[in-house]
């Protein structure tokens, strides 16, 4: 039982650069939400998803695109990346139950210069 | 107004200490309050979880909620230089609103 899982760790890209972030879980939870924490910004909200087939918009969803196809994952999109969005960011599922708990990711470190 | 507020702090003390860590909300129909863990380049994990008013102790951990001030409290006995991390507050409204963060250190 991995948990959540977030590849890469780190990445650098250039400015207009695109890419994806992975997260993937095993804990067969409906909701996952991407988050991003800046130095006394705390977590943002960037997308989150109640299900399969289902996404919406958090605090800060410019920038960023997101899909859900399956239960077990969720990527991130950064379409044309900015120093802007030199950040880490989180994914995290939530399990609704007797803890009401969100489960998080390890992270990835994204620079962009 | 942001739903959450916390003391970022940072906040240094000696090993053995009582450590308070605080935070103010602005909607008082939240109904349950967390704090995470953060240690330093992890995620955050769940620390405790508290529903509606009251105290919940855990440990040398307490977690306290005040809803006529709207003013939610993490309460460490006998701090250990392993509780050294970063403390966030957290709400369930509608999605999850967290406080910015509380950096600690216990000096031992």
């Known amino acids: 039982n991995a948990g959540v899982t977030q590849t890469p760790k780190f990445q650098v890209l250039k400015t207009g650069q695109s890419m994806t972030l992975q997260c993937a879980q095993d804990?067969?939870?409906?909701?996952m939400s991407w988050y991003r924490q800046d130095p006394g910004m705390g977590l943002r909200l960037i997308h989150y998803?109640?299900?399969?087939?289902?996404?919406d918009q958090g605090e800060v969803p410019n920038g960023y695109n997101v899909s859900r196809s399956t239960t077990e994952d969720f990527p991130l999109r950064l379409l044309s990346a900015a120093p802007s969005q030199t950040s880490v960011y989180f994914c995290?599922?939530?399990?609704?139950?007797?803890?009401?708990?969100?489960?998080f990711g390890p992270g990835t470190r994204l620079t962009v210069t | 107004q942001k739903e959450v507020e916390q003391d970022p702090g940072p906040l240094s003390v000696p090993e053995g200490a009582i450590v308070s860590l605080n935070c103010t909300y602005s909607n008082s129909a939240f109904q349950y309050f967390m704090w995470y863990r953060q240690y330093s380049r992890k995620g955050p994990e769940l620390l405790m979880y508290t529903y509606s008013s009251g105290n919940k102790e855990d440990g040398r951990f307490t977690a306290q909620v005040d809803k006529s001030s709207k003013y939610i409290s993490l309460f460490i006995r006998d701090s250990q230089p392993s509780d050294s991390a970063t403390y966030l507050c957290a709400i369930l409204g509608n999605q999850f609103y967290f406080g910015t963060g509380t950096s600690l250190t216990v000096i031992p």
């Open positions: 998803s109640v299900g399969a087939g289902i996404t």
């Open positions: 995290a599922t939530y399990s609704r139950g007797l803890r009401d708990e969100q489960y």
């Open positions: 804990m067969n939870h409906e909701y």
